[in-house]
């Protein structure tokens, strides 16, 4: 067994490539600068003696949504307690995997009575969404003066929209209140009551997607600080202006561009560099490579992949155990009724419901969709319309490791190992 300790390392602090922003933040968002200044200047009245506008926030995930309204907000934050005549009172809840506004209120009043008595409350148990509401209205009035609210991932609020409508039109005597909501989902946004957009999104700060140029600066940042012998020139903090001993020179541009070409998502390049240089240590290599990257993103996705299909019904499990199967077999690509043949016999093997074919083919759509199988178009010959013929878009033995955890399906994929 190896001794921790022993690795000469090339992390000087290696915290800074966790992509977690509980484990760090970065202090400046030059690639945002016009996002935060168009909320910058929905939260200026505040500083003028009036009311804070209510901002929605939009844009896909790992775009710097969560840091760029932490950041200003604190920097608000800062200026209200420089300045003796202003109170202001920032609350942030995430409504990620809240279902219900239920869930939202309840985690609002229990931060609400934090900032009022200074210390750690329970949340409230008992009461209705409405009279919850009440309880925060009190509490927001005891604070008093300007209260910011933070509705992070409001799109994890799916069940009612009772709370995005009642707080942004929230009156309370001698309080103002400014909501900011964040949304990752687009369709989320569009799908909104139109009072709730119009009293929420009286502002709009869309974040786009980053390109491979900004997401090379946003790690090159990143490295500067989280790797030894790696700096800028010259003071210029772009990746132009990068020298590494530790990095090779393709490494920064290749996690750019690999992130950049799927969803140009920050977080997901971050991870794959933090992932790139965990390697080479791994490899005893105190040089991080392209080979790093290329297996880094390799592990990553079947790290993902393999989730997906554990996370699949049963049902749909079964439908990639026939194209298993086939592939196995030497017969793929096969269509659906040949597929099904095979679902048939696993159904009776293990006792689950057999399922008409037409359902059969949703289920391996399905799986097409989530590009676990490959569905090719053909022509069944003259006149007869066409058919998908299917196989496997990812490693077989990861299917028989993810598939062989389920307990039901063991005895099948048992015989493919
Ligand atoms: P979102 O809320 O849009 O999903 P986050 O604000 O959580 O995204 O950012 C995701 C990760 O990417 C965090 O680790 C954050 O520090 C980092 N990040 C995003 N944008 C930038 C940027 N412009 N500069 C530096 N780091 C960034
Ligand atoms: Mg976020």
Redesign the pocket.
């Known amino acids: 067994m190896e001794p921790f300790g022993a690795e000469q390392g090339i992390y000087k602090d290696v915290d800074v490539l966790d992509?977690?922003?509980d484990t760090?933040?970065?202090t400046e968002?030059?690639?945002?600068e016009d996002e935060l200044s168009r909320i910058h200047s929905a939260l200026r009245p505040i500083t003028l003696g009036g009311s804070p506008r209510n901002i929605l926030v939009y844009?896909p995930?790992?775009?710097?949504?969560?840091?760029?309204v932490d950041l200003k907000t604190e920097q608000l934050q800062q200026w209200a307690d420089s300045e003796s005549d202003v109170s202001l009172t920032v609350l942030r809840v995430s409504c990620k995997g809240a279902g219900k506004s239920w869930n939202v209120l309840a985690a609002l009043v229990k931060q609400a009575r934090e900032a009022r008595y200074g210390k750690t409350v329970e949340k409230p148990r008992g009461p209705t969404k409405v009279e919850l509401f009440e309880m925060l209205s009190d509490d927001l009035q005891a604070i008093g003066g300007m209260i910011i609210i933070v509705l992070d991932e409001i799109d994890g609020i799916q069940e009612d929209d009772y709370v995005l409508y009642e707080l942004p039109r929230a009156s309370i005597d001698s309080v103002s209140i400014g909501v900011i909501g964040?949304t990752?989902d687009y369709q989320f946004h569009e799908n909104l009551d139109a009072d709730i957009r119009s009293s929420l999104g009286s502002r709009e700060v869309v974040?786009s997607p980053y390109d491979a140029d900004q997401l090379r600066d946003?790690l090159a940042?990143?490295a500067a600080r989280a790797l030894r012998d790696t700096y800028f020139e010259d003071e210029i903090k772009d990746s132009e202006h990068l020298q590494s001993d530790v990095l090779s020179g393709d490494v920064i541009p290749l996690c750019a561009a690999l992130a950049g070409q799927d969803t140009g998502d920050?977080?997901q390049a971050?991870h794959l560099l933090s992932t790139a240089c965990d390697l080479a240590l791994d490899d005893g290599s105190d040089i991080v490579t392209e080979s790093h990257v290329r297996k880094a993103r390799e592990e990553i996705q079947e790290e993902t992949i393999g989730k997906g299909i554990r996370g699949e019904t049963i049902q749909r499990k079964i439908a990639l155990l026939t194209v298993l199967e086939s592939e196995l077999s030497g017969d793929a690509p096969e269509g659906t009724t040949q597929l099904y043949r095979r679902y048939k016999r696993f159904t009776k093997q293990i006792g689950a419901d057999t399922y008409q074919q037409g359902t059969f083919r949703e289920k391996l759509n399905d799986l097409a969709h989530g590009n676990i199988l490959e569905g090719d178009r053909r022509g069944r010959g003259r006149g007869r319309g066409m058919t998908n013929m299917y196989s496997l878009s990812v490693d077989p033995d990861l299917v028989i490791d993810k598939v062989g955890d389920d307990n039901r399906l063991s005895q099948i994929t048992e015989r493919f190992e």
């Open positions: 992509p977690e922003p760090y933040k970065p968002l030059p690639e945002r844009g995930t790992g775009q710097g949504k969560t840091v760029g964040i990752n974040f946003i940042r990143r920050a977080r971050i």
